[in-house]
């Protein structure tokens, strides 16, 4: 590699950092997943950690665990160690229940992204805003006559939630990238599987429907791995994108993965953008709060 | 110490899916994303034909063959009755074979799922091997 060459490669990687560990902004949309991660765990775990489900003692503190630290997430009660716990627990059944005993459902790409999201929430201070937290730290700044605290700070977990929905899409995409997945051999096995002798199985087990839409998902994930990064493109692509996890969740049993994709998208938009939308909707009351 | 960090789980999250999809090893601490690539693996498409001692066809499909009106909305990995070897056809259509009378030959023709897409298989007696597998 010469010398030019190494220098622009060692400036792109200075830019990527900056972009990437030095993003700064409002924490309303950390707040906004914090909360939504919380619900989504439940939604997910709830009857399976349940105290009726607990065939082995050792299944009660698990369940205790994945109950409490969630609740905490929700209202923001010692929000970026609660979040954290969340992570921790969802990897611990995802490494201890599914990898390890295979229990049904536990060793799915939808538990690993939602402790990865969770692990990487925890690097934001996704507590500062609409948080018990936050409550708290008002009601100090009043007690004492300082200035209401403000709702900014480092957001480089953001960025690396929206990395990491940027690689499900790319390696997704390779995963299809093969003849079979292309002429619809591929997607035909998944609806005999889930549409055999079902209302839509005339239509979806067409060998031209398949192909097309098979394509189609392939040539849409590809272009969401890149370009759901650059902010020009975002008005375009995020809708599609928001479009085929809606298509997903109505067409194949993805339990929690769509949903927790949709929420995620919320790191891809600038976060005060989102600040601004939301400071509209409640008549200027969060916008006060920016730096 | 943030750039650092920060530049580690970047390039964990976008390379690391690589060793287990290319190189097929790390799982399970590494995550591949193939997505329902699974699904539909081991569950055979095409014709099963009963031929009975007068030299009559009967043509059913596989669902047919089990007796069923679709497949059980269960994760597929959770499924007994996959097939991944022709003698596993006996597995699948054990329930059937066991009423079929004795005269009666079931045969098998076409394909069954496989994570790289469907791999043909055929068989002339479905009957004959595992059909107490199951």
Redesign the interface.
Known sequence: MTFARQALAMDR?RI??AW??EHHGPTHSAALIRVGLALIIWVRFADEVAFFNAVDPLFLPFGVWMFVWPLFALIGLFPRVSIAMCGIGIFFG??MF??NFRL??W?H?HV?LLG?ACL?LALTPCGRSWSFERWRTLKEADRDGKPTPDQTG?L?GL??IG??L???Y???A??KT????VNG??L???????Y???ALEPVLLEPVVMATLATLVLVVEYALAVLIQLRRWQPVVLPIGLSLHVAFYLF??VDT?SITMILLYLALIPPEAVTRFLGRMQGGVVETHLR | M??T???L??AF??VS??VP??LSAG??VL???????G???G?P?GVFTVTKANGTQVMLTP?EVLG????P?I????WPKRVFTKERLGVFAADFCAKLPSDSLLSFEGSV?AR???IPLSHDDVCEAGAGDG
Do not use: C, N
């Not at chain 1, 035909?188 to 889930?194: L, M, R, S, Y």
């Open positions: 990687l990527f950092v990437g560990a995802y490494f599914g990898a049904p459902g060793y790409h690993y990865a990487l480092p480089w960025r690396l990395l990491q940027s690689a499900i790319f390696w997704t390779v995963d093969e003849w079979a997945w051999e591929r035909e096995q998944i609806f005999v599987w889930h055999s002798g079902r194949l049993p993965y | 943030r750039k960090v920060f530049i789980l970047a999250i976008l899916p690589m999809q290319l799982q399970p995550r591949p994303w193939i997505m329902f690539s699904v539909g693996t569950v498409k669902l069923q009106t679709s497949y909305a994760r597929h990995y959770m799922g790289k897409g469907p």
